[in-house]
């Protein structure tokens, strides 16, 4: 079966160091990807998508990600961590058709000042 | 403003009482979807549709409903709401399914059922 892997359940590090937050999917063929976050109390928001085109992905705030498909991972990076920055984040695949979405249990980040 | 709106935002009810989440978008998109966020387990699809009177199941539907009389409106039905359907509600929709247009979702409903 299809899956998603966030490997870590929460992440925590300093403000101004960097942000690494780990995603491996199963899959036979390439899927497209996408990291969400989740701040306290509030919906889904994007932050970046991969659809085939360039492996590494940059998305809003400074994330950005990189698919490499021979070790099926989608790893989100930021250089530096921010205090806004804390949140819930989801690694998201689409395997196309109709079911459309499969998440990741996801990864809490936490920010220390 | 295009959007998803989901109400109400928290609901408390009590076991076996019917309840309704309206789930409305204003982006003329076809694909639609309900997913349920518990701890640890991320967001798990319950239902789906591609499109009007077009429904199918998710990961999680026992205990569910829907419809999709309107291309808008896609209303999540608990007729006989369980404790265990406590959860986090969020929906989502998309011009199409799949990666290209990218979905939208809601604010999210909180259910507590005691």
């Known amino acids: 079966a299809q899956s998603v892997t966030q490997l870590d359940s929460h992440v925590s590090v300093s403000e101004g160091t960097p942000v690494l937050l780990r995603c491996n999917y199963s899959?036979?063929?390439?899927?497209?990807l996408f990291w969400y976050v989740q701040h306290p109390n509030k919906g889904l928001q994007l932050l970046l998508k991969?659809?085939?085109?360039?492996?590494l992905v940059k998305g809003i705030n400074g994330f950005e990600a990189e698919f490499k498909k021979s070790e099926t991972s989608f790893h989100l990076t930021k250089p530096s961590a921010h205090m806004s920055d804390a949140a819930e984040y989801f690694c998201?695949?689409?395997?196309?058709?109709?079911?459309?979405?499969?998440f990741g249990s996801g990864t809490r980040l936490q920010v220390q000042p | 403003e295009a959007q998803v709106t989901q109400n109400p935002r928290y609901l408390i009810t009590v076991t076996g009482k019917k309840l309704t989440v309206t789930c409305s978008q204003n982006m003329n998109h076809e694909y639609m979807s309900w997913y349920r966020q518990d701890p640890g387990l991320g967001l798990r699809q319950i239902y789906y549709?591609?499109?009007?009177?077009?429904?199918d199941k998710g990961d999680v539907p026992e205990g569910y409903k829907v419809s999709r009389k309107e291309k808008r409106n896609f209303p999540l039905i608990l007729e006989s709401p369980s404790p265990n359907q406590t959860s986090l509600y969020f929906c989502a929709s998309s011009l199409v399914p799949g990666p290209i247009y990218g979905y939208t979702f809601g604010s999210g409903t909180r259910l507590t059922v005691v």
């Open positions: 899959s036979s063929y390439s899927p497209s």
């Open positions: 991969y659809t085939s085109a360039a492996t």
């Open positions: 549709s591609m499109n009007v009177e077009v429904t």
């Open positions: 998201v695949v689409s395997w196309g058709g109709r079911r459309a979405l499969t």
